[in-house]
DNA sequence: TGGCGGCTTCCGCTGAGCGGGAGTGATCCC
DNA sequence: GGGATCACTCCCGCTCAGCGGAAGCCGCCA
């Protein structure tokens, strides 16, 4: 028999799109049987999709017949906020060298940073953030100094939320947590110590566009060397009024392709 | 009336990746209409496609009405040839600190060069070149090097094809170039001078993994250097070296997600 | 040898997708 | 200001691409 117990209302795009997201969280290669589950689809739908999506190399097929998203997508989506980031590297890559540690640039994406680019060494760092990865933004330094400079509208739906607590020592009281906001736009720069990860401390200066926030860039230090971090302030500022002054001449919105927030 | 003229035997899923490969070739962002005709899709269909994109943040909307590639794409591509360019790319900066020039890595992806990553100062540089973009084997010394530690099948098959001819340098006759590969897997090394681009010449070395060549790392340089490059090998064999180490580990199939050839 | 788990293929039913055309609204030029 | 142009948006009934249960296949293990 067939057709039968169909779900309805499903577009084929959304599948097609599903099964892409569900490589998303995991982290090696996926199975058939592994994407229907994640997408929710039936096994012999998701095997013909993942078909045509492999045929354009969308996806690419292993040996041993398991699935990755495959280099065609990746293609692709170099071409995807590039512009900030081309701009940008070379001056973060200058913050890691003049620095030493790990680099960051990173924007807001709706209540998340979203990193857009990192420079670090060979030396092994407990890291929590990746390049495309998200992280909440009250834990992290580059987060925290972007919500300080945003509009009032933004920061107060950020704050009329539940902060989730990567660890014991992540700031989640909304009072308070507005406080130091206003002391970061005051000193004009944040720092964390030990709020996404043990171990791990950070501090972040703003990069402005148009008179507005635009990106953060920042460092991650081991614990140890919290209490001197601000040492570094000097080259974050630096490189900071470098970037804005090479990005100053590209559209804001050209620079990510982000609609910032779902305000619409 | 309706449904009338439709064109059959095209599905969905390629319509909807038709729709994302149409940014590939432009720089900006593209109108409705651009996207359709790039696409060879009606109006209406695209539009309905297009707007599902969106929702789903595959494709970003700016203010102006025009569409762009989403930061979702982005974010999801990122997880491709993770593996290979996380554990390279310490190195591969390595290599542009010591060498102030900038600095490649890269694959072979069919009968191209395809590459992964690159490190660049902030002084403006002539490239061809950009992260996830592609070039001729024939014309590159990154390609060059791999196609001369390739099997000598792909080797074969490259060399029995017309061989494109970006600049009047450019070495295209196959008995020669054959020659020039043997010379090149005797030397361990490939250089060229203006056969991508007039005004830059480069130098690249293989990176091995498993005993057979995995990938590439190479400088390219302003023509004035070419009579002097040579004496960044050491550093090149140097990183190479240790990117090869960096990656032992890791099995092949995982460091890229292309399947490297056409053959199956 | 038989059972199992995962992948592939088959096939007739049906609603998601289709796209022409009409509606809208911004822009330009006379 | 009006009317021509252009680009996008929306509507709606027809139809075929997609659907997915089930059967087949294949490699593996005991």
Redesign the pocket.
Known sequence: ???????????????VLAILEAFETSRGAL????I?EKSE?????T?????ELADWGFLSREPN??YQLGIRLWELAQNTGRQLRDAARPYVQDLFSLTGETAHLAVRSGHEVLYIDRVYGSKRVPRASRVGGRLPMHATAVGKVILAFEDDWVRDAYLDRNLERPTAHTHIDPRKFADELAQIREQGYATTVEEVRLGSCSIAVPVFHTGRIGAAIGLVLPTSHASTMTRHLPVLKGISAQIERATARIPLETLIGVHRTGRD
Do not use: F, I, Y
């Open positions: 028999m067939a057709g039968g117990s169909r779900e309805p209302g499903r577009t084929v795009t959304s599948k199975s058939l049987t592994d229907a689809l039936p096994l012999s739908t095997h013909r999709l993942v078909n017949g398991r």
